[in-house]
């Protein structure tokens, strides 16, 4: 019996690890989608790219930090307190992300053109939003099939230079 608990437990160590590590990939993986997009939609010049790969990294751990998971709550408000309370939180969040894209906008300003510059938060918006229509089209069953539109950056896919994200985010990859 002993012999049995042991070997359960160190399986399901060993899935709770892998588990872990498949979401860092993926995560690592959108990342990646996320600056071959940048690239493509502000025509990001090599000379830019790692200087701006390093301050979108930092600016990404940052907005990681104060967004957090925020995952919809198990059951709706019951009460219009209970619905007050989670607007308040929604807003507050919001503020201190607003607040953390003014702060990165000198370092931005650094490493992009103005004309880059001044696409780069509604880019930002318009790929968050991609990203999770396509979450969405996974859960919902949507007339894309899945399939996130409109990414064009990044090697090796069809048309000029475009995304495949099922290629890029197949599960097990």
């Known amino acids: 019996m002993k012999k049995i608990f042991v070997t359960l437990l160190v399986g399901l160590s060993a899935i709770s690890v892998f588990g872990q590590e498949k979401a860092e ?11 071959r997009e940048f690239v493509y939609r502000l025509d990001i010049k090599d000379e830019q790219k790692a200087d701006f790969v390093a301050v979108y990294q930092r600016y990404s751990e940052d907005m990681r930090a ?3 998971n925020r995952e919809k ?11 007050a309370t989670v607007v308040k939180e929604r ?5 201190k992300a607003q607040e953390v894209r003014v702060k990165y906008v000198d370092e931005f300003a650094a ?16 790929i968050q939003h991609q990203l999770m229509d396509r979450k ?38």
Do not use: C, W
């Open 66 to 68: 104060t967004m957090g």
């Open 25 to 35: 990939d993926m995560s690592q993986r959108f990342f990646d989608a996320k600056i």
């Open 111 to 126: 490493v992009l053109t103005p004309e880059q510059l001044l696409r780069f938060y509604d880019v930002e918006t318009q």
């Open 91 to 95: 807003l507050a969040a919001q503020n």
């Open 136 to 173: 969405n089209a996974g859960h919902k069953g949507n007339n894309h099939g899945g399939k996130a539109h409109g990414f064009h950056g990044g090697p090796g896919a069809p048309g000029a230079g475009g995304f495949r994200p099922d290629a890029d985010f197949a599960p097990g990859k």
């Open 73 to 83: 709550p198990a059951q709706k408000p019951s009460t219009a307190a209970d619905a």
